[in-house]
């Protein structure tokens, strides 16, 4: 059964720098578990420079916080920053089974954004797409594969339908035991 989670919820700011600053500040007093871990990035995905950052929740499947901002002088983002100012960008969902996800999605008639899944350059195991604002009252909905931290960076979860081959060199590499080899309980 595919499973799926609310991960995060990403602002898109003028100053990445300046936002973390400020979500430690707020996060240190109302959930200082979350500035434990905060994993940084950058990338392109559809020709827009982007750099982020994400406040960690330690649960795996608790929220994070995650700001997001412009990563070139001058981009569609810079335009519509000027225009709304900073704002709540989307809500991330992360599934176990991307692609079962997203068949569920459009036999379903939502209306997904893209017609192909897009993915960061930095990380082509990572897809996502987008259900639009309007669909959802105000604020994008992203809908990505799931991924696991490892320090300051994502990594793919080996748990998901669509890294079967990893779960298997992982566990031959980590368990002797046979009983153990290709998921078995001992």
């Not at 459009?106 to 987008?130: C, I, Q, Y």
Request: proline letters at 7%.
């Amino acid at each position: 059964m595919t499973r799926v989670h609310i991960d995060h919820v990403a602002l898109c700011v003028k100053d990445l720098d300046q936002a973390i600053e400020d979500w430690k500040d707020i996060l240190g007093v109302l959930t200082p578990e979350l500035t434990e871990t905060i994993t940084y990035s950058r990338g392109s995905s559809d020709g827009t420079e982007m750099v982020w950052a994400t406040f960690q929740n330690p649960d795996p499947t608790g929220v994070s916080i995650q700001m997001w901002a412009p990563g070139s002088p001058d981009s569609w983002v810079h335009k519509v920053l000027a225009k709304r100012g900073e704002f709540v960008h989307h809500i991330a969902f992360l599934s176990d089974n991307f692609g079962h996800t997203m068949q569920q999605c459009r036999e379903a008639g939502l209306p997904v954004l893209l017609d192909e899944d897009s993915h960061p350059d930095t990380m082509p195991w990572l897809k996502w797409n987008f259900l639009p604002e309007s669909k959802a009252h105000g604020v994008l909905i992203e809908l990505a594969t799931r991924y696991q931290v490892g320090g300051d960076r994502w990594l793919p979860h080996p748990g998901n339908a669509e890294n079967d081959d990893l779960q298997k060199e992982l566990t031959d590499r980590f368990y002797t035991d046979p009983g153990l080899k290709g998921g078995g309980k001992p």
